[in-house]
């Protein structure tokens, strides 16, 4: 804290031989402190400047980022770029790999999944319940005639497992069905043999 020094004169009497007092002006320093007010005034503008600087370094930081935080958005955005390659890629490829690691045409596994679901469909179902049954017996022939009309000894597929054993479930319905008529209730003998063959056929696909 400054301190200022001010001049003010004094009067001063002195006494001389001639038992005549005369007064003489004389200088005295007296220091002068500076006031409280102006005092709180600096200290005012000490703390608003230092919490400016403060402010101005937090909302700045945000926006200078490091050379490490700029390499990991770099690679992040290169993983993204990269998947969305990847994802139209396997949109336009024909083929599919499998969940034996196999790479099979995409429409074969579609055409393959769905006798699986609609034939298990119709193999559970309930031939007390007409109209239920019906739906889903249709459906299944619907899938089969596509399976077959598309895929049947084609030489791509014949070998894969899932394509044997698919072949084996509808031999084993359309035998079944031949000899007891169509709308003959499913021995559970014969409805389990195919449930099996159609959960082998699923594992591969």
Not at 83 to 92: E, G, M, Y
Not at 146 to 155: E, P
Request: charge should be positive.
């Amino acid at each position: 804290m400054g301190v200022s020094v001010a001049l003010s004169p004094a009067v001063v009497c002195v006494e001389k031989h001639g038992g005549l007092n005369k007064y003489k002006p004389e200088f005295r320093s007296r220091a002068v402190l500076p006031s409280k007010k102006t005092s709180l005034h600096r200290r005012h503008v000490l703390v608003c400047g230092g919490a400016s600087l403060v402010t101005i370094l937090t909302l700045n930081w945000p926006l200078t980022s490091s050379p490490a935080w700029a390499a990991e958005e770099s690679t992040s955005q290169a993983d993204k770029d990269e998947t969305v390659v990847d994802a139209i890629k396997s949109l336009f490829d024909p083929d599919e790999k499998t969940k034996s690691g196999k790479v099979l045409p995409k429409a074969y596994l579609k055409s393959a999944r769905e006798v699986v679901k609609t034939l298990r469909e119709s193999v559970n179902e309930d031939p007390k319940d007409n109209a239920k049954f019906r739906r889903t017996a249709d459906a299944a022939k619907a899938s089969i005639r596509d399976y077959l009309g598309n895929w049947r000894g084609n030489q791509i597929v014949v070998k894969e497992e899932s394509y044997v054993m698919l072949e084996k479930a509808i031999r084993s319905l359309a035998s079944f069905y031949s000899k007891a008529g169509p709308s003959a209730a499913l021995p559970e003998e014969v409805k389990s043999d195919i449930l099996y063959d159609l959960n082998t056929a699923e594992e591969s696909l």
